[in-house]
C-alpha cells in the first residue's frame, strides 16, 4: 500500500540561496530513488509554497501548507487562508500540530475550524494528534487522543473525514530524540480506527490514512512505521536534510 511521507520544514528556509540548495538537493536525491509506492508532501514556510510547487513537478511529490486561518478572507492581519495556499499550489495543510497550541495557543476547536475550511477548499487536512508526558505519565493518553478527535472532527461528515489524514505524533517524541516503541503506536492506532470505525463503520475507518510523527529518522522508521504498520510518517528536523529525508522514504518503499 502507498505510504505518506510528509515533510514539516517549519520556519527554516531562511533566504532565496538556503531554498534554492534545498530544492536543488532534493531534486537530485529524487532522481536516484525509485519510490513508486510512496506520496511525499513537502510542507515548506507559506512563502516558498508556490516556488516549491512550480519547481518540484514530480508525480508522486505534492506541496502543503503548514497552516492556514479558519476564516477563508478578511481583516485578520498576518494571516494566510486556505484558497490563498491552494490557488498556488498547495494540496494539504497541517493543522493541530503541537507547536501550534504551544506558542499560538490554538486547540480542538480552532483545528475543527481550520479542517473545516480546508476541506472545503480541497485541501487534505493532515490533522496531528497526541498526549504530553503529563498526560502519558498520569494514564490518560487514550482519553486526550479521543478528546482531539471527537472536537477537532465535529460536524465533519464521514465522507469527508476519509481524505483527512491522521498523524498520531505524542507531544513529548516532537523536536526530542523520544521515540515510543512500536507496541505504544499500535495501541494508539487501534484506538484511533476504534474511534474511527465507530464513528463512521469499519469500511470509512479503513480508508482513513494514520501516519506517525515525532522524531523519525532514517534509523527508527521501521520501529515507528513499519512495526505498528501506520500510513507513513510526518518528519520534521530529518527533513531538513533531503538525502536523509528520501532514506526514509525509500525504506518505507521497498
Ligand atoms: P521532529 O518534528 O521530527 O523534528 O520531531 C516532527 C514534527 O514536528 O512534526
Redesign the pocket.
Known sequence: MQKIIIA?L?MNLLTLAERERYIESFKKELKNKNLANSQIVLCPPAVHVEYFSKSLKAKNVSIGAQNIFSEERGSYTGEISAPMVKSVGAKYVVIG?S?RKKYFFENNQTANAKIKIALKNGLVPVF?VGETKEERLSGSAADVIMKQIVEGLADVSSAKIQSVVIVY?PVW????DETPTGNEILEAKILLRKLFSHACGPEVANKIKILY????KAKTVGQVCLEPGMDGV?????SLIPSEFLKIAETLDS
Not at 517524541?173 to 526530542?176: I, K, N, Q
Not at 510526518?234 to 530529518?238: A, D, I, T
Open positions: 514539516n517549519k500540530h507547536e496531528c505524533e517524541a516532537v523536536g526530542s510523527g515525532g522524531s523519525v510526518l518528519v520534521g528536523r530529518e
